[in-house]
């Protein structure tokens, strides 16, 4: 069974940086495209970020130029840097495979904005 970990969030001022990560295990990331997605209060989920089994990357328009996903094959491990942060992107985060069919949900990571 695959098992998805996310991990990195926390308070930031505007403008400020986090980096978040997804351990994995069951699946290989040098193998599988994954994605970052996102959950504001209220809101939809959405996908913010993803990266191809051969590592190209696609980013949402809110965050292009801001964000960054990469991964380390030898830790199964997918990140997300955050740079320049908003109040806008205060939300939970997740990792998951960038269409269905999904793998089980981890519990996300909260990242949260202030002025």
């Known amino acids: 069974q695959v098992q998805l970990v996310e991990s990195g969030g926390g308070l930031v001022q505007a403008g400020g940086s986090l980096r978040l990560s997804c351990a994995a295990s069951?699946?290989?990331?040098?193998?599988?495209?994954m994605g970052w997605y996102r959950q504001a209060p209220g809101k939809q989920r959405e996908l913010v970020a993803r990266i191809t089994s051969g590592g190209n990357t696609y980013y949402a328009d809110s965050v292009k130029g801001r964000f960054t996903i990469s991964r380390d094959t030898a830790k199964n491990t997918v990140y997300l840097q955050m740079n320049s942060l908003k109040l806008e992107d205060t939300a939970v985060y997740y990792c998951?495979?960038?269409?269905?069919?999904?793998?089980?949900w981890g519990q996300g990571t909260q990242v949260t904005v202030s002025p």
């Open positions: 069951g699946i290989s990331f040098s193998i599988n495209p």
């Open positions: 998951n495979r960038p269409a269905q069919p999904y793998y089980y």
